[in-house]
């Protein structure tokens, strides 16, 4: 079965710089999607970054041009490089895959937990200021 593990989280002043990363295993699509939630306490669960196996990514705003999503094939390994961390940046950030590949998807799709068909445990990410 598929698992996804998360790892990386911890607590950062703000303007800090975290990296999670999530391992996968029974996840090798030729064709896939992953990404990175988030849910703030009390909060509704958002999507942060995308990815998929054409390379293409999607980012919430948000999050724009201080988050980075990648993935490393050979490691079968997510990664969120997050810099410049803000107190709202402080969540529980999920891991998830889709068993489903969709072409050209709008970063509103590809940011939909819908889609999303496999999640990890979550990595608790803290930014104080």
């Known amino acids: 079965q598929v698992q996804l593990v998360e790892s990386g989280g911890g607590s950062v002043q703000a303007g800090g710089s975290l990296r999670l990363s999530c391992a996968h295993s029974?996840?090798?699509?030729?064709?896939?999607?992953m990404a990175w939630f988030r849910q703030p306490p009390g909060k509704e669960r958002e999507g942060v970054a995308h990815?998929?196996?054409?390379?293409?990514?999607n980012y919430a705003d948000s999050v724009k041009g201080r988050f980075i999503i990648s993935h490393d094939n050979a490691k079968n390994t997510l990664y969120l490089q997050m810099d410049s961390l803000k107190p709202e940046d402080s969540a529980m950030y999920f891991c998830a895959a889709a068993s489903v590949w969709v072409k050209g998807m709008s970063a509103i799709q590809a940011l939909d937990a819908n889609l999303y068909n496999y999640w990890g445990q979550g990595t608790q990410v803290i930014v104080s200021s």
């Open positions: 990815i998929d196996s054409d390379g293409t990514t």
């Open positions: 029974q996840y090798n699509p030729e064709r896939y999607s």
